[in-house]
């Protein structure tokens, strides 16, 4: 069970990256049902920030973007309610949230595919010296993420041996 929460948490955090990185690329069209929930998504990180994009650049990201909104598989609200419900009953059934978790985590993963294709293709636009200063970029987060989980983790050490 661990390893299935496990995976849905990290999926959700990886696609919310990188949906919110392709919802940036679109900000001037209208927002659709996709784009509402892409900018809805935890850990939002702008893959582009810091990196300067010709007009050309942009226009092709938001064409890749406009595709994906289309071949993206959306959200379903019908496998949300179905684990709330299970969530809430009376009684805990273990069997059933499993299976319930695992239909959700392979919609995420289907869109975590499509979203990591999108994202592969906007990075093949880059001009190699782009490439370097979206790659340290990365580098920095990373390491800013490293940093806060380290502390996060720290924290929690503390109040253990506090509450001891």
């Known amino acids: 069970m661990r390893k299935v929460t496990a995976l849905v948490m990290a999926s959700m955090l990886a696609i919310g990256s990188s949906a919110a990185t392709a919802a940036e690329t679109i900000s001037e069209t209208l927002p659709s049902a996709t784009h509402v929930a892409i900018n809805t998504l935890p850990g939002q990180h702008h893959m582009f920030d810091g990196v300067s994009l010709t007009e050309q650049q942009r226009q092709q990201m938001r064409d890749l973007m406009r595709q994906a909104r289309n071949d993206l598989p959306g959200v379903n609200v019908a496998e949300m ?84």
Do not use: W
């Open 81 to 164: 309610e179905a684990m709330h419900k299970l969530v809430t009953a009376d009684k805990f059934d273990e069997a059933a949230v499993h299976a319930q978790a695992e239909r959700m985590a392979q919609e995420q993963v289907k869109r975590q595919v499509e979203m990591a294709r999108v994202r592969n293709q906007m990075y093949n636009l880059l001009t190699p010296k782009q490439k370097s200063v979206l790659d340290q970029k990365h580098q920095q987060r990373m390491q800013q993420m490293e940093q806060q989980i380290s502390g996060l983790q720290q924290t929690s050490a503390q109040k253990l041996s506090a509450t001891e």
